[in-house]
């Protein structure tokens, strides 16, 4: 695996994968890699002759008062577990590399944006866009794997590489789960070994409401209402308990056949999403 740092290296790399006729994978990571990330690597190189991972934690995605100085930064293990999924180039830029001096430019996907995650994280999205934009244009990947436990991010990138004409495939990963049931997530490390046992109920809850639907409740606010009262009862602080149209993203009306369950929920210093999408 060669291991590169600025634009200058990555370029003559990735345009010699593709004169050679080459199709290049991305995966994009803010490293911290846990099983979900070399999942996404697996598919990657199913899909792709060539995968470019990058780690890179992007400050314009985080909040003020968010995690960005404390995110979990492990690159050395990452380092070798990427090597070890053979993954072909890791890029691993500085922020200076990727923004340059006082950038202008944002992109941004506003209605699904504001919604959800977008509540309580305004400008999240528009970060995270911006990014996978840049990156995308960086490396030129043919296609790029995301992981659908972050389903909003997913869409919202889904939706710029439509919108701004991206000759990229999106590649949507299902989430990997522990045996609770808990989603992997580097965030998870925030969790002391009690608060991991509770975490599991965020996906039960999500189990039970899809249930629920599936044996014919359609009183969605009810469904939502009760759902976010058994978080709360648990130690839980629910940010929001949603349940939507899957291609849209607003809420699900009981016409609707392809649905997703969209949740995010507080528990000690980690804010834990999920999501369980299923059609009826
Ligand atoms: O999902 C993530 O890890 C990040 O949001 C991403 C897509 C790498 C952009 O920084």
């Known amino acids: 695996m060669q291991t590169v740092n600025t634009l200058a290296q990555l370029q003559p790399l ?12 991305l995966v994009p990571t803010m490293g911290n890699l846990h099983e979900g990330h070399l999942r996404l690597m697996e598919v990657a190189l199913q899909q ?5 991972a990058t780690i890179f934690v992007n400050p314009s995605q985080f909040g003020p008062g968010e995690d960005f100085d404390g ?48 509540q309580t994280r305004p400008g999240h999205f528009d970060g995270v866009a911006t990014i996978v934009c840049k990156l995308f244009n960086m490396v ?46 580097s965030r998870n490390s925030y969790l002391s070994d ?10 039960q809850t999500l189990c039970q409401t899809r249930d629920a639907i599936t044996n014919g409740n359609r009183n969605y606010s009810e469904l939502a209402q009760q759902a976010l009262l058994a978080l ?5 602080r629910p940010d929001y308990f ?21 949740a995010a929920a507080w528990l000690g210093k980690a804010r834990l999403i999920d999501n369980l999408s299923f059609c009826l």
């Not at 709360?232 to 839980?236: L, Y």
């Not at 009306?253 to 392809?258: G, L, M, R, Y």
Request: net charge negative.
């Open 232 to 236: 709360q009862n648990a130690g839980f």
């Open 140 to 185: 030129q990947p043919h296609c790029a794997v995301f992981g659908l436990k972050d389903f909003q991010q997913f869409t919202v990138i889904k939706t710029m590489v439509h919108d701004l004409n991206m000759p990229i495939d999106i590649i949507g990963v299902e989430t990997v789960r522990d045996a609770s049931g808990l989603a992997k997530s």
């Open 242 to 262: 949603n349940i939507c149209q899957r291609d849209t993203l607003l809420p699900a009306q009981t016409s609707d056949q392809a649905l997703v369950i969209l």
């Open 48 to 52: 792709a002759d060539v995968v470019v």
């Open 14 to 25: 990735v345009n010699s994968w593709r004169l050679a006729g080459k199709r290049v994978a």
């Open 194 to 203: 009690s608060e991991k046992s509770t975490a599991a109920l965020l996906h």
């Open 71 to 118: 995110y979990p930064r492990t690159e050395q293990q990452d380092q070798q577990q990427l090597a070890a999924a053979n993954t072909d180039c890791l890029f691993m830029p500085s922020v200076q590399e990727v923004y340059g001096d006082r950038p202008q430019t944002i992109v941004s996907v506003p209605r699904l944006a504001s919604l959800h995650c977008g």
